[in-house]
């Protein structure tokens, strides 16, 4: 099947600094990508829509200045926590659909703890 | 009101046993439905789509009932490796999805 990718797989920051991570496509080139939040013990939640080529679609309540996505190619999304704080400290999946397909492909994830 | 409802369990069954998980959407126009198993600390993988018609594969049969909204999980013989988290998963007209809290399943020897 198609591949994700994201890096880093794990990254710990300390509060106030900036924190990227990517994802990509693999082997299939995706125009929209997701981006999700998990916390303990808790379900995937809809961050946000990102778009190659335009603006990210945020779901309510995510702030699009703290969390920054830019889609600037069809294989590489990027979605960068401003000023993290402790609270933010959770693990971050994308996912792509593939063209032509019902299936969604999903990051392995990245593990974001903020000291 | 939750878009996708399921009960978070755990549901702790001994090996060989058989387990049914059910799950409710609130979206009558959701377009697709699917479970997703999710291990600790890793992605969410898909398991099997569910249609109308009830599909198996394997040890594993899916349903899902349009009127009543209602989407199951059957796992026949049951096996140690199938301890997980099961995700019922909910796709809109576009590839919006929207994900259950997951029910956990723990196989005993």
């Known amino acids: 099947g198609a591949v994700v990718s994201q890096h880093p797989s794990w990254v710990i920051c300390k509060s106030g600094t900036s924190v990227k991570i990517e994802c990509r496509s693999l082997?299939?080139?995706?125009?929209?990508m997701f981006w999700y939040r998990q916390f303990p013990k808790q379900s995937l939640m809809l961050m946000a829509t990102?778009?190659?080529?335009?603006?990210?679609?945020?779901e309510q309540g995510v702030e699009k200045d703290k969390f920054l996505i830019n889609h600037a190619s069809l294989t590489l999304s990027t979605l960068t926590v401003t000023s993290a704080h402790p609270e933010d400290s959770s693990f971050y999946i994308c996912?792509?659909?593939?063209?032509?397909?019902?299936?969604?492909?999903f990051g392995p994830g990245t593990r974001l703890t903020v000291t | 009101r939750k878009e996708v409802e399921q009960d978070p369990g755990p549901f702790n069954v001994p090996e060989g046993a058989t387990v049914a998980f059910n799950c409710t959407y609130s979206?009558?126009?959701?377009?697709?439905f699917f479970w997703y198993r999710q291990d600790c600390r890793k992605e969410p993988k898909l398991l099997m789509s569910?249609?109308?018609s009830g599909n198996e594969d394997g040890r594993f049969t899916a349903q899902l009932n349009r009127a009543s909204q209602y989407i199951s999980l059957l796992i026949r013989d049951s096996k140690l490796s199938d301890s997980a988290t099961y995700l019922c998963?909910?796709?809109?007209?576009?590839?919006?999805?929207?994900f259950g809290g997951g029910t956990r399943l723990m196989v005993k020897p």
């Open positions: 996912s792509a659909p593939q063209t032509g397909t019902y299936e969604q492909y």
């Open positions: 082997d299939f080139q995706a125009t929209t």
């Open positions: 990102s778009n190659e080529g335009s603006k990210a679609t945020y």
């Open positions: 979206n009558s126009a959701s377009q697709s």
């Open positions: 569910v249609y109308s």
């Open positions: 998963v909910v796709k809109d007209a576009g590839n919006m999805l929207t």
